[in-house]
């Protein structure tokens, strides 16, 4: 039963971060691409303190100075500008296509830089979903329009990002490192609003989809922490993939945005190698605790 409630809260937090997507492109629409992104770092640093307050986690420590806090902060800023300037301009079941190739280039930069032990089969996974991604891209196609290329940024810092986590002291708390992150964003988007060529708006509808994005994100990385404590990382992490599916309900009944064949292949080259590498994955785990058994 425990299991079950891990996979329904993962599935839970994918449908609340494609509507964080979701929420950035409709407040975009009218706020520049700087205050909306202060707006979240600003929410969800507030939030991520209140909540470091509420469950007495110490936040202003010297650990917010050690090298890999600070160098996961890095990416998570290039992941933030990447992200954001992605699902603004491109469509969302693209956007949404390209994301999923994460936990893909997560395996990739860990037998890289972590030296992690990947076989031959996961590696053609890897590559089958590199793939999927160029033929969701097609950057030699007449609809390409270059800011694709922020997206494939984006996840790819969130990715590193990942990775460098690994990295941390254990004994820093999640809480902690994510509240940090939050905050390193907010000081790149005061820089993106100052180069904004919108004026600032007031407009309550934009604000409620900023504020929409605040909650939605900081809910949705809340299940995604529960859903990992609660069961293996083998069991639920394959769920992370409904992301797509949730993210195109949206953009059809939102944006009236329907992903074309191309996308539609592509997407699922993406998944269907995601998956292989994480039961791959999850079998050698097993035979390996058996033969250690």
């Known amino acids: 039963m425990e299991t079950i409630r891990a996979i329904l809260l993962m599935i839970l937090s994918m449908a609340l971060l494609a509507g964080t ?8 629409a009218t706020a520049s691409i700087g ?9 969800g640093t507030i939030l991520f303190l209140l909540l470091a307050r509420v469950r007495r986690v110490p936040v202003f420590t010297r650990d917010a100075l050690h090298p890999m806090v600070l160098l996961r902060n890095a990416t998570e800023i290039v992941a933030a500008v990447g992200m954001i300037v992605g699902v603004t301009y491109t469509a969302l079941p693209v956007f949404a296509a390209i994301t999923q190739a994460g ?5 990739m930069g860990a037998a890289l830089f972590l030296k992690e032990q990947v076989g031959l089969r996961r590696w053609l996974a890897v590559l089958v979903g590199l793939t999927g991604m160029m033929i969701v891209i097609r950057p030699w196609s007449a609809s390409f329009t270059g800011w694709e290329l922020f997206a494939v940024l984006g996840i790819t810092a969130l ?3 990942d990775l ?3 990295l941390a002291p254990a004994h ?7 509240t940090w992150g939050f905050a390193a964003t907010i000081l790149p988007a005061l820089v993106l609003l100052a180069m904004a060529d919108k004026p600032l708006t007031s407009e309550p509808k934009t604000a409620m989809y900023i504020l929409g ?33 949730f993210a195109t309900i949206l953009s059809i009944v939102i944006f009236d945005v329907w992903p074309d064949g191309w996308t539609l292949i ?3 080259m993406i998944l269907g190698a995601g998956l292989y590498s994480f039961l791959r994955e999850r079998r050698l785990a097993k035979a390996a605790v058996i033969a250690n058994g």
């Open 266 to 268: 592509g997407g699922a």
């Open 164 to 166: 460098i986590t690994r």
């Open 103 to 107: 936990p893909l280039i997560v395996t």
């Open 159 to 161: 990715s590193a990002r």
């Open 172 to 178: 820093i708390t999640a809480l902690s490192i994510s």
């Open 35 to 43: 205050q909306t992104m202060l707006g979240m770092s600003l929410g």
């Open 213 to 245: 994005a605040v909650l939605v994100t900081t809910s949705g990385y809340l299940a995604i922490t529960t859903a990992m404590r609660m069961a293996p990382a083998s069991v639920v992490s394959p769920f992370r993939y409904t992301r797509l599916i």
């Open 21 to 28: 997507d979701a929420f950035i492109k409709l407040a975009t």
